[in-house]
Protein backbone atom coordinates (compact mmCIF):
# COMPACT_ATOMS: atom_id res chain seq x y z
CA UNK A 1 0.00 0.00 0.00
CA UNK A 2 1.61 3.36 -0.88
CA UNK A 3 1.60 6.29 1.55
CA UNK A 4 -0.63 8.14 -0.23
CA UNK A 5 -3.34 5.40 -0.50
CA UNK A 6 -2.53 5.28 3.51
CA UNK A 7 -2.92 8.76 4.20
CA UNK A 8 -6.58 8.87 1.98
CA UNK A 9 -7.81 5.99 4.18
CA UNK A 10 -6.82 7.69 7.64
CA UNK A 11 -8.30 10.66 6.86
CA UNK A 12 -12.32 9.02 6.42
CA UNK A 13 -11.52 8.30 10.75
CA UNK A 14 -9.78 11.76 11.11
CA UNK A 15 -12.97 13.39 9.34
CA UNK A 16 -15.13 11.58 12.07
CA UNK A 17 -13.43 12.39 14.51
CA UNK A 18 -13.55 15.69 13.96
CA UNK A 19 -17.50 15.65 13.25
CA UNK A 20 -17.53 14.28 16.97
CA UNK A 21 -15.02 17.19 18.42
CA UNK A 22 -17.67 19.81 16.84
CA UNK A 23 -19.77 18.11 18.45
CA UNK A 24 -18.82 19.06 22.08
CA UNK A 25 -19.21 22.72 21.01
CA UNK A 26 -22.91 22.09 22.24
CA UNK A 27 -21.89 20.78 25.00
CA UNK A 28 -19.94 23.68 26.02
CA UNK A 29 -22.90 26.29 24.94
CA UNK A 30 -25.14 24.48 27.20
CA UNK A 31 -22.41 25.28 30.27
CA UNK A 32 -22.09 28.69 29.11
CA UNK A 33 -26.14 28.99 29.22
CA UNK A 34 -26.49 27.61 32.71
CA UNK A 35 -23.86 28.94 34.17
CA UNK A 36 -25.28 32.73 33.19
CA UNK A 37 -28.76 31.74 34.11
CA UNK A 38 -26.88 30.69 37.41
CA UNK A 39 -25.14 33.85 38.24
CA UNK A 40 -28.15 35.71 37.44
CA UNK A 41 -30.24 33.73 39.72
CA UNK A 42 -27.52 34.38 42.12
CA UNK A 43 -27.90 38.15 42.03
CA UNK A 44 -31.57 37.93 42.21
CA UNK A 45 -31.70 36.06 45.23
CA UNK A 46 -29.54 38.78 47.23
CA UNK A 47 -26.56 35.71 47.57
CA UNK A 48 -22.94 37.24 48.00
CA UNK A 49 -21.09 39.03 45.58
CA UNK A 50 -18.49 36.49 45.75
CA UNK A 51 -20.54 33.61 44.55
CA UNK A 52 -21.92 35.79 41.58
CA UNK A 53 -18.31 36.29 40.73
CA UNK A 54 -17.46 32.54 40.96
CA UNK A 55 -19.42 32.10 38.19
CA UNK A 56 -18.07 34.57 36.04
CA UNK A 57 -14.99 32.86 36.47
CA UNK A 58 -16.59 29.37 35.26
CA UNK A 59 -17.48 31.33 32.21
CA UNK A 60 -13.63 32.18 31.82
CA UNK A 61 -13.44 28.32 32.29
CA UNK A 62 -16.07 28.02 29.50
CA UNK A 63 -14.47 30.15 27.11
CA UNK A 64 -11.08 28.74 27.39
CA UNK A 65 -12.23 25.38 27.06
CA UNK A 66 -14.13 26.39 23.90
CA UNK A 67 -11.05 27.93 22.50
CA UNK A 68 -8.40 24.96 23.11
CA UNK A 69 -11.28 22.81 21.00
CA UNK A 70 -11.51 25.66 18.28
CA UNK A 71 -7.69 25.86 18.00
CA UNK A 72 -7.57 22.19 18.63
CA UNK A 73 -10.15 21.45 15.13
CA UNK A 74 -8.25 24.44 13.31
CA UNK A 75 -4.82 22.20 14.00
CA UNK A 76 -6.67 19.00 12.41
CA UNK A 77 -8.01 20.45 9.90
CA UNK A 78 -4.43 22.97 8.62
CA UNK A 79 -2.97 19.54 9.30
CA UNK A 80 -5.02 17.04 6.78
CA UNK A 81 -5.52 20.26 4.37
CA UNK A 82 -1.82 19.99 3.61
CA UNK A 83 -0.74 16.78 3.81
CA UNK A 84 -4.12 15.90 1.28
CA UNK A 85 -2.18 19.05 -0.94
CA UNK A 86 1.20 17.32 -0.79
CA UNK A 87 0.91 13.79 0.66
CA UNK A 88 4.38 12.70 1.79
CA UNK A 89 5.46 9.34 0.76
CA UNK A 90 5.95 7.61 4.01
CA UNK A 91 2.76 7.99 5.96
CA UNK A 92 3.33 10.42 8.69
CA UNK A 93 2.72 11.04 12.47
CA UNK A 94 -0.57 12.66 12.17
CA UNK A 95 -0.99 12.94 16.06
CA UNK A 96 2.76 14.58 16.10
CA UNK A 97 1.81 17.18 13.23
CA UNK A 98 -1.23 18.25 14.64
CA UNK A 99 0.42 18.53 18.49
CA UNK A 100 2.95 20.62 16.74
CA UNK A 101 0.53 23.06 15.09
CA UNK A 102 -1.68 23.22 17.96
CA UNK A 103 1.41 24.05 20.29
CA UNK A 104 1.97 27.13 18.05
CA UNK A 105 -1.54 28.11 18.02
CA UNK A 106 -1.25 28.14 22.18
CA UNK A 107 1.45 30.11 21.84
CA UNK A 108 -0.20 32.97 20.83
CA UNK A 109 -2.86 33.13 23.27
CA UNK A 110 -3.80 35.40 26.01
CA UNK A 111 -5.75 36.11 29.27
CA UNK A 112 -7.20 39.18 27.20
CA UNK A 113 -8.88 36.81 24.77
CA UNK A 114 -11.06 35.04 27.40
CA UNK A 115 -12.35 38.47 28.61
CA UNK A 116 -13.85 39.11 25.14
CA UNK A 117 -15.35 36.13 25.02
CA UNK A 118 -19.20 36.37 23.31
CA UNK A 119 -20.64 34.96 26.54
CA UNK A 120 -18.50 36.46 29.16
CA UNK A 121 -19.23 39.79 27.73
CA UNK A 122 -22.61 39.10 27.68
CA UNK A 123 -22.94 38.09 31.17
CA UNK A 124 -21.16 40.89 32.07
CA UNK A 125 -23.77 43.03 30.39
CA UNK A 126 -26.43 41.34 32.03
CA UNK A 127 -25.45 41.33 35.55
CA UNK A 128 -24.03 44.96 34.88
CA UNK A 129 -28.24 45.88 33.91
CA UNK A 130 -29.44 43.78 36.47
CA UNK A 131 -27.68 45.33 38.78
CA UNK A 132 -28.80 48.83 37.98
CA UNK A 133 -32.39 47.65 37.95
CA UNK A 134 -31.78 46.43 41.39
CA UNK A 135 -30.09 49.55 42.70
CA UNK A 136 -26.71 47.33 43.66
CA UNK A 137 -24.19 49.95 43.84
CA UNK A 138 -20.68 48.65 42.46
CA UNK A 139 -17.55 49.58 44.49
CA UNK A 140 -14.35 51.12 43.35
CA UNK A 141 -12.45 48.03 42.25
CA UNK A 142 -15.76 46.79 40.24
CA UNK A 143 -16.13 49.99 38.53
CA UNK A 144 -12.80 50.40 37.33
CA UNK A 145 -13.16 47.08 35.54
CA UNK A 146 -16.89 47.81 33.98
CA UNK A 147 -15.34 51.09 32.58
CA UNK A 148 -12.48 49.34 31.21
CA UNK A 149 -14.70 46.29 29.46
CA UNK A 150 -17.48 48.90 28.68
CA UNK A 151 -16.43 50.00 25.31
CA UNK A 152 -15.81 46.01 24.18
CA UNK A 153 -18.95 45.00 26.21
CA UNK A 154 -21.20 47.71 23.53
CA UNK A 155 -19.46 46.92 20.68
CA UNK A 156 -19.81 43.64 20.96
CA UNK A 157 -23.53 43.48 22.24
CA UNK A 158 -24.40 45.84 19.32
CA UNK A 159 -22.91 43.29 17.05
CA UNK A 160 -24.52 40.05 18.66
CA UNK A 161 -28.06 41.84 18.84
CA UNK A 162 -28.31 42.19 15.10
CA UNK A 163 -29.37 39.31 12.41
CA UNK A 164 -26.81 39.26 9.99
CA UNK A 165 -29.66 38.24 7.28
CA UNK A 166 -32.36 40.89 8.48
CA UNK A 167 -29.81 43.33 9.89
CA UNK A 168 -32.45 43.98 12.63
CA UNK A 169 -32.34 43.22 16.31
CA UNK A 170 -33.11 39.65 16.59
CA UNK A 171 -36.14 38.71 18.99
CA UNK A 172 -36.04 35.24 18.56
CA UNK A 173 -32.30 34.14 18.13
CA UNK A 174 -30.52 30.87 17.78
CA UNK A 175 -27.12 30.15 17.79
CA UNK A 176 -25.84 27.51 13.97
CA UNK A 177 -24.07 24.79 16.85
CA UNK A 178 -21.92 24.21 13.88
CA UNK A 179 -20.00 27.44 13.83
CA UNK A 180 -21.82 29.23 16.63
CA UNK A 181 -23.42 32.32 14.92
CA UNK A 182 -26.70 33.56 15.70
CA UNK A 183 -29.70 34.54 13.71
CA UNK A 184 -33.55 35.02 13.95
CA UNK A 185 -35.16 32.12 13.89
CA UNK A 186 -37.66 32.99 11.22
CA UNK A 187 -35.27 34.66 8.95
CA UNK A 188 -32.60 31.25 8.76
CA UNK A 189 -35.46 29.05 8.66
CA UNK A 190 -37.12 30.35 5.43
CA UNK A 191 -33.34 30.77 3.70
CA UNK A 192 -32.46 27.06 4.72
CA UNK A 193 -35.96 25.91 3.35
CA UNK A 194 -35.65 28.14 0.32
CA UNK A 195 -32.44 26.66 -0.76
CA UNK A 196 -33.46 22.89 0.03
CA UNK A 197 -36.27 23.32 -2.26
CA UNK A 198 -33.82 24.46 -5.24
CA UNK A 199 -31.49 21.59 -4.33
CA UNK A 200 -28.91 23.80 -3.07
CA UNK A 201 -26.68 24.42 0.05
CA UNK A 202 -27.07 27.22 2.41
CA UNK A 203 -24.17 28.66 3.74
CA UNK A 204 -24.25 30.24 7.03
CA UNK A 205 -24.98 34.26 6.32
CA UNK A 206 -22.32 35.41 8.39
CA UNK A 207 -19.72 37.64 6.68
CA UNK A 208 -16.37 35.22 6.96
CA UNK A 209 -17.61 32.21 7.87
CA UNK A 210 -16.96 29.07 5.76
CA UNK A 211 -19.43 26.77 7.11
CA UNK A 212 -21.26 25.71 3.84
CA UNK A 213 -23.76 23.27 4.35
CA UNK A 214 -26.28 24.43 7.02
CA UNK A 215 -29.70 22.71 7.76
CA UNK A 216 -32.51 23.59 10.69
CA UNK A 217 -31.45 20.54 12.76
CA UNK A 218 -27.83 22.90 13.46
CA UNK A 219 -30.15 25.19 15.41
CA UNK A 220 -30.59 25.32 18.79
CA UNK A 221 -32.55 28.46 20.98
CA UNK A 222 -30.01 31.48 22.00
CA UNK A 223 -31.72 32.03 25.62
CA UNK A 224 -28.71 33.90 26.96
CA UNK A 225 -28.95 35.99 24.26
CA UNK A 226 -32.61 36.42 23.97
CA UNK A 227 -32.34 37.07 28.09
CA UNK A 228 -29.38 40.02 27.45
CA UNK A 229 -31.74 41.34 24.61
CA UNK A 230 -34.26 41.57 26.75
CA UNK A 231 -32.44 43.03 29.80
CA UNK A 232 -30.81 45.68 27.41
CA UNK A 233 -34.67 46.94 25.61
CA UNK A 234 -35.49 47.45 29.04
CA UNK A 235 -32.96 49.47 30.37
CA UNK A 236 -33.14 51.52 27.29
CA UNK A 237 -36.79 52.29 27.84
CA UNK A 238 -36.27 53.27 31.33
CA UNK A 239 -33.77 56.06 29.78
Known amino acids: MSGRAASLISFSSVDSSLSSLKGCHTYIDTGMDTTAGVALDLLQTGCDAEDVDSMQFVMLEYAALNRDLNQYIHAVEETVHK ?30 DLWK ?64 HTYEREAIERMIQSRHQKKKATRCPKVGCDHSDMSISDL ?10 EVHNKKQSHH
Open 83 to 112: LKRDPPDEIPDLRELVQERYTALQSENTEE
Open 117 to 180: AEKYVQLKEQLRDLRTQMGVSLDSADRNVEDEDEEVAVTQSSANFTCPITQMEMVNPVKNKVCG
Open 220 to 229: VPDNALKRAI
